[in-house]
């Protein structure tokens, strides 16, 4: 079993708060991906699961086991980094091998586990070559390599994939989600990426700074499809989705306005100020005169498949995603925009916390 739990978990650097109130349970055998933007704290929550940094407060637990205190060789943990730390002057085999090497196991168990991880990663044509003759994507497969051998209960990826071009990072996502349905472990994956998370996860936990959480990190856990269809509340709603949601303050009154469009009744009980969030693939471009939100189109961003259409309106700027290649929106054109019937969301402006359902 290798079920982590973080129990009322804090982290502090001298006086200053980086991680606090932390709760959270990994299912055994599940692939979460922490994500959130810079200073949140999703890559000091992994040292901690790593025995890599103390906690200030709360207890980990692996296992049902609590590691808090523990030394990180004493937790059966692997972590991969977003650089590669491989030795220039060791051999693919010899990098892969090196932690059996230092925990003094044989050389015939060496070269068998080794063996059995570069047939899991494709590396058997390249155990002989050294790091330099290697492209990004076979160093950052070696890295993993090293980590496979141990037969770890948890993986660990600190952005792996942060350092290598466009191409390699889609080509090096599909290695780390292949090689979850060979071995499976439990695996935390943590990213500033919001398409990594997205297409990797089978949840996602949302981390946000203290400052911006109100006090804690955590916003939401759950899956994809769930976070990005009912957010709750406004910083996953704006976090997760590209372009981001629009938003829209809601004025007084009991039906919710859109433009010259009703689109219901406020939730019963609330009467405080509103945003009315929509992202973009759910909004329409109709033609000036028509019901909606009047506006008139500033830019227009095409992007082969799609544009992404910006519109100038009395409530802000509002972008349009066309999906649609019939469909040719042209800058300085007047046109009325008109959401999705059912596809919105309401948040509280006071306490960005979604509102209704």
Same mark, same amino acid.
């Not at 290598?164 to 780390?176: N, Q, Y």
């Not at 946000?208 to 509340?233: C, F, I, S, T, W």
């Not at 909606?292 to 082969?304: S, T």
């Given at each position: 079993?290798?079920?982590?739990?973080?129990?009322?978990?804090?982290?502090?650097?001298?006086?200053?708060?980086?991680?606090?109130?932390?709760?959270?349970?990994?299912?055994?055998?599940?692939?979460?991906?922490?994500?959130?933007?810079?200073?949140?704290?999703?890559?000091?929550?992994?040292?901690?699961?790593?025995?890599?940094?103390?906690?200030?407060?709360?207890?980990?637990?692996?296992?049902?086991?609590?590691?808090?205190?523990?030394?990180?060789?004493?937790?059966?943990?692997?972590?991969?980094?977003?650089?590669?730390?491989?030795?220039?002057?060791?051999?693919?085999?010899?990098?892969?091998?090196?932690?059996?090497?230092?925990?003094?196991?044989?050389?015939?168990?060496?070269?068998?586990? %080794?063996? *059995?991880?570069?047939?899991?990663?494709?590396?058997?044509?390249? +155990? /002989?070559? &050294? $790091?330099?003759?290697?492209? #990004?994507?076979?160093?950052?497969?070696?890295?993993?390599?090293?980590?496979?051998?141990?037969?770890?209960?948890?993986?660990?990826?600190?952005?792996?994939?942060?350092?290598?071009?466009?191409?390699?990072?889609?080509?090096?996502?599909?290695?780390?989600?292949?090689?979850?349905?060979?071995?499976?472990?439990?695996?935390?994956?943590?990213?500033?990426?919001?398409?990594?998370?997205?297409?990797?996860?089978?949840?996602?936990?949302?981390?946000?700074?203290?400052?911006?959480?109100?006090?804690?990190?955590?916003?939401?856990?759950?899956?994809?499809?769930?976070?990005?269809?009912?957010?709750?509340?406004?910083?996953?709603?704006?976090?997760?989705?590209?372009?981001?949601?629009?938003?829209?303050? %809601?004025? *007084?009154?009991?039906?919710?306005?859109?433009?010259?469009?009703? +689109? /219901?009744? &406020? $939730?019963?009980?609330?009467? #405080?100020?509103?945003?009315?969030?929509?992202?973009?693939?759910?909004?329409?471009?109709?033609?000036?005169?028509?019901?909606?939100?009047?506006?008139?189109?500033?830019?227009?961003?095409?992007?082969?498949?799609?544009?992404?259409?910006?519109?100038?309106?009395?409530?802000?700027?509002?972008?349009?995603?066309?999906?649609?290649?019939?469909?040719?929106?042209?800058?300085?054109?007047?046109?009325?925009?008109?959401?999705?019937?059912?596809?919105?969301?309401?948040?509280?402006?006071?306490?960005?916390?979604?509102?209704?359902?």
């Amino acid at each position: 079993m290798a079920e982590i739990e973080f129990k009322s978990v804090a982290k502090s650097f001298d006086k200053v708060g980086v991680i606090a109130g932390l709760d959270l349970r990994v299912q055994d055998g599940e692939f979460i991906v922490f994500v959130g933007p810079s200073g949140c704290g999703k890559s000091t929550a992994l040292r901690m699961i790593a025995g890599l940094e103390e906690t200030t407060a709360g207890d980990i637990q692996i296992g049902g086991r609590s590691v808090t205190g523990l030394a990180p060789s004493d937790r059966n943990v692997a972590m991969v980094f977003q650089s590669y730390a491989l030795y220039p002057h060791m051999t693919v085999a010899g990098n892969i091998g090196f932690p059996l090497k230092m925990a003094g196991r044989p050389a015939a168990e060496i070269a068998l586990r %080794v063996k *059995e991880a570069a047939d899991v990663l494709d590396l058997g044509p390249y +155990l /002989g070559r &050294r $790091p330099a003759q290697l492209s #990004g994507g076979q160093r950052q497969r070696v890295a993993l390599g090293r980590a496979i051998v141990r037969h770890p209960d948890v993986f660990l990826f600190d952005e792996p994939l942060s350092n290598l071009d466009a191409d390699l990072r889609v080509s090096m996502r599909g290695e780390i989600m292949r090689l979850r349905e060979r071995i499976r472990a439990t695996m935390i994956y943590v990213t500033h990426d919001q398409t990594e998370a997205m297409t990797m996860g089978d949840r996602i936990a949302v981390f946000a700074p203290l400052k911006d959480g109100h006090g804690r990190n955590l916003m939401q856990v759950g899956r994809p499809e769930e976070l990005y269809e009912r957010p709750a509340n406004l910083f996953v709603a704006r976090f997760l989705g590209s372009p981001k949601m629009n938003l829209i303050e %809601v004025g *007084e009154g009991e039906m919710l306005p859109f433009g010259t469009m009703d +689109l /219901g009744p &406020r $939730p019963d009980g609330h009467h #405080g100020a509103l945003l009315l969030g929509v992202r973009p693939e759910d909004i329409r471009i109709a033609g000036a005169g028509t019901p909606g939100l009047a506006g008139r189109i500033r830019l227009v961003e095409a992007l082969g498949a799609e544009y992404y259409v910006h519109v100038e309106t009395e409530a802000g700027e509002l972008i349009v995603r066309v999906m649609d290649k019939r469909l040719r929106p042209v800058s300085g054109e007047a046109v009325a925009l008109q959401p999705a019937s059912t596809a919105f969301h309401l948040f509280d402006k006071a306490t960005g916390s979604r509102v209704g359902g």
